[in-house]
């Protein structure tokens, strides 16, 4: 049977992080590289690679609802999650491996296992979900249904796992996010409603600083950048025999992060691990800074310790600067070549008619 597949991939250390719901606690956020980005497969060896002290176990949540708090025990319900990003690529990676004495997926609409997942890709916090707006004695919920429910920060309950049923509901107006390729998802189990067994999915989401309901292109996509920090929290909503779940365990230990950004957990957006970096490597951009006087602007982007740069513009002209301006004297498709040196050796990169001039 094609199963659920939830990895979520987090690392965790103590720091001192203001205005989120646990201030001692900041997550991190593993950095997969571009070359080894996983595949949404229902396939999980891509995440083998993510070291073990990314996870988020049990033993980070509290069940606010159910009268648990933190004694929570694995034989009755048991998770692992793993977040991942890759840089340049505005996408979150999970990774859920989750354990339940008894799995329930029977119902038509909420009253199922729920793995709840809050992204607030701006850390802009605040209420997102119109029942909680603070304008509601000015305007009808249902009028706010159409402003800001879901917009500035998103809610999404994935059914874990899904049947007869799409197998995300946002809670929000922008339903258009849970669709690809704003959203995919991948199973794996092979239990039955009301058996036991381990359920494990992958899914990536896409983070919006503004989703609207009248779709992408009167949205705006979080720009994730590495060392960044995003707000960011689940919850895992256990229902077993009962209409009323039996445990609502989240990961910021307070109910309120459902529907106020200000109430989520900071996670920061890691580099890239040392093993997978060259020690030193040439990179670089440009900006037209003005097409009449064919003046550009040259940034360089490399990394590794450097104490010499060599840009070579095309033109027969150079520069040793680190960040030079150039301006052509004619038209032209140039190739452009930065060698930079250091200590570990010398980088060389060439870009071909990249920077063109009239």
């Known amino acids: 049977m094609r199963a659920l597949k939830l990895t979520i991939v987090v690392l965790f250390i103590s720091c001192?992080?203001?205005?989120?719901?646990?201030?001692?606690?900041?997550?991190?956020?593993?950095?997969?590289?571009?070359?080894?980005?996983?595949?949404?497969?229902?396939?999980?060896?891509?995440?083998e690679m993510v070291p073990r002290s990314y996870s988020i176990g049990l033993n980070e949540l509290k069940d606010t609802e159910g009268g648990h708090g933190t004694d929570l025990d694995p034989i009755n319900f048991n998770i692992e999650v793993k977040v991942a990003w890759v840089k340049d690529l505005d996408r979150l990676y999970f990774y859920v491996e989750a354990e339940d004495d008894y799995w329930s997926f029977d119902h038509h609409?909420?009253?199922?296992?729920?793995?709840?997942?809050?992204?607030?890709?701006?850390?802009?916090?605040?209420?997102?979900?119109?029942?909680?707006?603070g304008n509601k004695?000015?305007?009808s919920t249902e009028e706010l249904h159409f402003k800001g429910h879901g917009t500035h920060a998103q809610n999404y309950h994935i059914f874990t796992p899904v049947q007869n049923k799409e197998w995300v509901m946002i809670w929000g107006n922008a339903h258009w996010i849970k669709e690809f390729p704003y959203y995919n998802a991948a199973y794996d189990y092979d239990f039955k409603h009301g058996e036991s067994g381990k359920l494990k999915m992958e899914f990536w989401i896409t983070p919006f600083d503004h989703a609207s309901i009248e779709g992408f292109d009167n949205s705006i996509v979080s720009d994730l950048k590495e060392n960044d920090l995003i707000g960011l929290s689940w919850c895992m909503i256990d229902y077993d025999e009962k209409k009323k779940w039996e445990a609502f365990m989240n990961l910021s230990h307070d109910t309120k992060m459902i529907y106020d950004a200000s109430y989520l957990c900071a996670f920061r957006l890691m580099p890239l691990e040392e093993k997978y970096l060259k020690p030193i490597q040439a990179n670089w951009s440009f900006v037209e800074m003005d097409r009449d006087t064919r003046w550009i602007q040259f940034?360089?982007?490399?990394?590794?310790?450097?104490?010499?740069?060599?840009?070579d513009f095309g033109d027969g002209k150079n520069s040793a600067e680190q960040h030079p301006k150039h301006i052509?004297?004619?038209?032209?498709?140039?190739t452009v070549i930065l060698t930079v040196e250091g200590p570990e050796g010398k980088s060389v990169l060439s870009k071909v008619w990249d920077v063109v001039t009239k």
């Open 299 to 311: 940034k360089d982007g490399s990394y590794g310790e450097i104490q010499k740069w060599h840009w």
């Open 16 to 47: 001192k992080v203001f205005g989120t719901t646990r201030p001692d606690k900041e997550f991190k956020i593993y950095q997969f590289p571009k070359d080894q980005i996983p595949r949404i497969d229902g396939e999980f060896s891509d995440w």
């Open 328 to 334: 052509y004297d004619k038209a032209g498709e140039w």
């Open 137 to 139: 004695n000015i305007l």
């Open 109 to 133: 609409a909420l009253s199922q296992d729920i793995f709840e997942l809050v992204v607030d890709g701006d850390m802009s916090g605040g209420t997102f979900i119109k029942q909680h707006n």
